[in-house]
Structure formats: C-alpha cells, structure tokens
C-alpha cells in the first residue's frame, strides 16, 4: 500500500471495536489516499492450477502497519504495509519499528541483481571422468544453455558454474527469471541441458544436488543470493532509539560485541541481536 497523497497525521487509529476498524479504514482513505476493499471470494473454477482438492476459503484478520519511508529504485515514498496475522502485538511492533525509522529519515533500499539456480550433480566412476566433463562443458556451453533456454520464453541463462567435489561435479545454472519466481522454470531448464550433457557424454545425472540450497538457510545464499538480491540501510538516532523504541544505543552496542562470538559458539547463520 503506497499512499497518493501527502499526509501529516502518521498516527493510526487504534482500538479493537467495530468502529475502531472503520475508523481506520477512513483514515487510510482520507488521510493516506489508500481505499481498502475486501477482495471478492473466486469461483471454484477460477482456482484450477493454482490449489488441489479445494474445500472453501478462510478468512485471517488483517492490519495496517506504518508509516515506512522508502529510498529505492522502484518504490520511494511512504508507505503503510498490510499484514496478516494471529499474533498479537505484531503489528504494533512492526509499526513502531517502521516508525523509528521513518523518524530517522527513512531506508535506503537498492536492488542489485534477480538470478535464481538449479544444480544437477553428475557422478562418476573416478575424478578423472569429472575434470574430462568439466573440460567438455566449457568448450560445449554455448549449445548446453540453448538446451536449457529452449524451455522458456522469457528465462535467460547467465552462467553455469562448476563446482568439482570428489567424483562429482555440481553443475550451478543460474537463470534471469524475470518476473517470475521461477521454481519450475529453473528446474526444466536444467533437466533439458542436463539431459543433452548426457545425450552427448553418456554421464548420468540428478537434477537436484542440494547445493542451491532451495528453501534453506545457506552460506551460499547469503553469499551469492537466490531471487531477489537487495541492500538496504537506515540510520537510527540516539534520541529516536531511546524515545520511540525505549533502548540505550550505547548499551546495544556494547551487546552487540560478543554478539559474533557467541552466534558462532551456537552455529547461528546470523550474529546481529534482535534488538526491537
């Protein structure tokens, strides 16, 4: 939700009753610009495609969270963010996080690149067999990504990286997707290259070695990204930590120094503190 017109009342409405939420709904309206509508239910046959065995619909309450000043290169402005969630205090909380930063001046948002992979492993007898492939794919890679582009209209083949590891060798294709998500995409895409590298070659193959990590926490992800890849940052003020987020900047930081040390001793992915 991104507002249309210039407000100054950044504060939204609370309450729990039915006058509460209408209340907000008008303050969306008259204040941000924003006119919220509860979506019409589909028909059972508009869902084919998209979910199996449908039974009906349910219902999750949803709130508004905000205001979030954003810097980026697609989206800029301020924004008040829907949620839709069973916990309580979520939405206050994230409000009031958003809040901090708003106060602060906003985040700063840019978008560095989209790829997303498969990675097929080839397995072999001796790794003798796997630097031969490694050669033969270099030399045959322009052949190995029209195989792959031949699947989709709009996904486009950026690299394929090779990653050798005993006797065998982890294939990493790493598509544009474009608009799309991709899963599906990338996965046909690999297995039409990866069933020519084996027409060719006769080394056999799986389509999926683990090795991108799909749905899962990673040192690769983190390093080289899946989907989206964005940096962001804020600067949060002395005074607006201790009066909109009620904590000591001086004391967070002196927390934050065993922080490494301490996320490394737990096998922790992530060493920063939740701090709000």
């Known amino acids: 939700m991104a507002e249309s017109k210039n407000g100054n009342n950044n504060r939204i409405p609370r309450g729990y009753k039915r006058e509460d939420t209408e209340r907000r709904l008008k303050w969306l309206k008259e204040e941000k610009g924003i006119e ?4 019409p239910m589909n028909d ?9 065995n449908h039974i009906g619909f349910m219902k999750l309450p949803m709130a508004t969270t905000g205001p979030l000043l954003v810097d980026g290169q697609y989206a800029k402005g301020e924004f008040f963010v829907p949620i839709s969630t069973l916990e309580g205090t979520l939405a206050l909380s994230m409000s009031r996080g958003m809040y901090a930063t708003f106060a602060s001046g906003g985040i700063r948002v840019r978008h560095v690149k989209q ?3 498969r990675a097929p492993v080839f397995f072999f007898d001796n790794i003798n067999d796997s630097i031969e492939l490694m050669n033969w794919v270099k030399k045959n890679q322009d052949k190995i990504i029209e195989a792959a582009e031949s699947t989709t209209r709009f996904g486009k083949v950026l690299r394929i990286d090779q990653y050798p590891i005993q006797n065998y060798l982890i294939l990493d294709i790493v598509l544009d997707t474009k608009n799309a998500a991709g899963q599906n995409m990338v996965t046909l895409a690999a297995k039409v290259a990866c069933d020519y590298i084996k027409k060719e070659t006769g080394y056999n193959y799986m389509v999926e070695s683990n090795f991108n990590s799909d749905k899962k926490a990673s040192a690769r992800n983190i390093i080289l990204g899946r989907g989206h890849s964005v940096i962001a940052e804020t600067v949060l003020k002395k005074s ?11 004391l967070v930081q002196k927390l934050q120094r065993p922080g490494p040390t301490i996320s490394a001793m ?5 060493t920063h503190l939740h701090i709000s």
């Open 266 to 270: 737990a096998g922790t992915t992530g």
């Open 240 to 250: 607006i930590m201790k009066r909109i987020l009620g904590i000591n900047a001086d």
């Open 36 to 39: 919220f509508q509860d979506p």
């Open 115 to 117: 790829e997303l992979s």
């Open 44 to 52: 059972p046959e508009d869902l084919k495609g998209i979910i199996e």
